[in-house]
């Protein structure tokens, strides 16, 4: 009981934080002149920290009873409860708003997913619209926190592997050996990308509230868009070219960028292992939709073909989200392509989702090794990543990880079927969801919005955003009956 109270007192505590976020849109409510909104957000934010507040204060004394395996169960109710908290703002100043549809977009941006019900974002109060890209912002930097300081201390994620397994830059991926010190250098490097994005953003043409809010949502790798018709709106090669440059950076291990910036050597990015094949990955698959989409005439031009499939490529391997035009209408290998990279191409540490490129290539390189050893019975290959021997507990680990992640997919996926959605919708929505990817295919597919979902589908597609995002065992272990034995 001790430890429910202590949980309970970190949440009030999250929550008293949370909602002191919500000065940010009343101040850009005032300044634009949007008295509606600034009263939804007053009130919503005034309720978020009195119920804070009162659920710290009544615990504090349980603080120090916080333990290890707790980590799990706060983790789960930190996300559920927090994204709650932000999906009250969006019902007060968007009255039409169901509460399923709010929770979905507080979710979608927490999670970085990019994924929404809104149309007519562009004549959305600024306030919302920021508050949107706030939700990414701060879910992206929850995110690279849980993975590096918090989840390894559980033994879930891979951070843990390069600690000790991963040569090269990588080594430093703990930073410090406190997990405060660790997330303050982390939100050092965040908010510094971040600051370099947004005047890239302007200084290629886009305006300053524009810039403000798609450096939000690049950097955390989620897909909001002030515009309804997304990046397309803007018709810039230099905005997409910038944006595509950030979301590579973004995608890579924070940790990483740590110890470049640290060492001041750009060679760091090459001896990381994640990063060479994140961006091996990302040029093939750019060079392979490149082909299929000239063979196939969907373009006017070879420059023209280029400027889109890499960007939309780039956007759906790092799970970003954002679009420039509807590559549902390629030929069907393109998006399901772009699909398939979004599981598997960015890195661990990251604000991306899916698989994730260390787990990617653990199940390629034990694949070989099986099929070596059913060929040599006596041998003993070590599993090996850049030279780095990979323990076999670790091996087995991201096998029953990848295997939980396909057949969750397969068990939603089934989920949707059997409300009637159509197979290509259920299953790109489940996908993207899952990988907090953003927009899917059919129904869901890059220009139109997961608006016309029924409420049961919508909270699929929840559920899933929300799994994805907290690596799937930190969730479904609470469903085991060795969770709560004492």
């Not at 093939?284 to 082909?291: E, K, W």
């Not at 989920?415 to 899952?434: C, E």
Request: hydrophobic fraction near 55%; aromatic fraction near 12%; charge should be positive.
């Amino acid at each position: 009981m001790r430890s429910v109270f202590a949980i309970t007192h970190v949440l009030g505590s999250l929550l008293m934080l949370f909602g002191a976020l919500f000065l940010v849109p009343v101040i850009t409510g005032l300044v634009n002149g949007e008295a509606e909104a600034v009263r939804g957000f007053v009130f919503t934010g005034i309720v978020t920290l009195v119920t804070g507040g009162v659920l710290s204060l009544a615990t504090r004394r349980y603080r120090d009873d916080l333990k290890a395996r707790n980590g799990y169960l706060l983790i789960t109710l930190g996300w559920l409860l927090v994204a709650g908290a932000a999906a009250m703002p969006l019902m007060a100043v968007l009255p039409t708003l169901s509460f399923t549809d709010a929770y979905f977009e507080a979710m979608s941006g927490l999670t970085t997913t990019g994924s929404t019900v809104l149309s007519g974002l562009d004549s959305l109060p600024h306030a919302v619209n920021l508050w949107r890209a706030l939700l990414h912002w701060i879910g992206g930097l929850g995110v690279i926190v849980m993975a590096v300081a918090v989840l390894p201390l559980l033994g879930v994620g891979g951070m843990q592997v390069y600690r000790a397994d991963t040569p090269g830059a990588v080594k430093e991926a703990r930073l410090t050996p406190r997990i405060m010190e660790t997330a303050k250098l982390l939100g050092i490097v965040y908010c510094l990308l971040t600051g370099v994005c947004i005047g890239a953003l302007t200084l290629a043409g886009m305006g300053g509230f524009d810039a403000l809010c798609h450096g939000l949502s690049v950097i955390s790798l989620g897909g909001f868009s002030t515009h309804d018709r997304n990046i397309a709106w803007f018709h810039s090669g230099r905005i997409e070219t910038v944006m595509a440059l950030c979301m590579l950076l973004a995608a890579v291990n924070f940790s990483t960028h740590f110890a470049a910036l640290r060492r001041g050597d750009l060679a760091v990015y090459r001896k990381d292992p994640e990063a060479r094949w994140m961006i091996t990955w990302i040029v093939v698959g750019i060079a392979v939709l490149v082909t299929v989409t000239w063979a196939n005439g969907v373009f006017g031009s070879f420059g023209e073909s280029f400027r889109h499939v890499a960007f939309s490529l780039v956007t759906s391997a790092t799970t970003s989200g954002f679009t420039t035009v509807d590559y549902s209408a390629w030929p069907l290998f393109a998006p399901m392509w772009m699909l398939f990279m979004s599981c598997v191409a960015s890195c661990t540490g990251s604000t991306g989702g899916g698989i994730k490129v260390f787990r990617a290539l653990v199940l390629i390189k034990q694949s070989f090794r099986e099929m070596f050893v059913l060929v040599h019975p006596q041998a003993v290959l070590p599993l090996k990543i850049s030279g780095a021997v990979i323990p076999n507990r670790i091996v087995y680990s991201v096998l029953a990880f990848i295997f939980v992640y396909f057949m969750t997919i397969v068990v939603l996926t089934f989920a949707l079927l059997a409300s009637n959605l159509d197979f290509i919708s259920s299953f790109s929505a489940v996908v993207a969801s899952i990988n907090n990817s953003g927009p899917g295919l059919g129904v869901v597919g890059p220009t139109h919005t997961y608006g016309s979902l029924t409420e049961y589908q919508t909270w699929v597609c929840t559920a899933a955003m929300f799994l994805g995002r907290v690596e799937l065992f930190t969730a479904l272990v609470l469903f085991t009956r060795a969770f709560w034995r004492k």
